[in-house]
């Protein structure tokens, strides 16, 4: 998962060309930004209506949707410089949602592992 700036279809693609093979089948709503990606791209694309009750893409919206309350319940609104450490964030713990390795276990193996950045490496950009 990435922040980008906006929607629009040169934005998106992008992205998309950036992280993803051209020929690829891409599956996505109707939404228009999408059209651009069709010249690079196999697009498998259905329009969206949550009242349809549709399997179509539903673990996608699942995941904006506990991303969106997450962020609104849990750190009651996240400055804007903050949004790609906590996607980043969420996405770790998605992909280890099947591991049986406790999280601790984890971060205690990295941490005695792994070579670390001296603080002078460690800039925010702000």
Known sequence: MQVVPDCKGETLLRFVKKNIED???IHSDSY???HSLKKYYICDTQKFNPS???DFLMWIHVMIS????NIAGTYHGLDNHY???YLDEFS???????SDVPV????LKRS????????SKLILSI
Do not use: A, V
Request: aromatic residues 14%; without cysteine; positive net charge.
């Open 83 to 85: 949004h790609q450490n």
């Open 52 to 54: 349809d009750k549709s």
């Open 112 to 119: 005695t592992t792994k070579t670390y950045l001296r603080n």
């Open 92 to 98: 770790y713990r998605f992909n280890r949602i099947n």
């Open 23 to 25: 020929g690829s089948i």
């Open 66 to 69: 506990n991303i969106k309350s």
């Open 104 to 107: 601790f276990d984890e971060l």
């Open 32 to 34: 228009k930004s999408y």
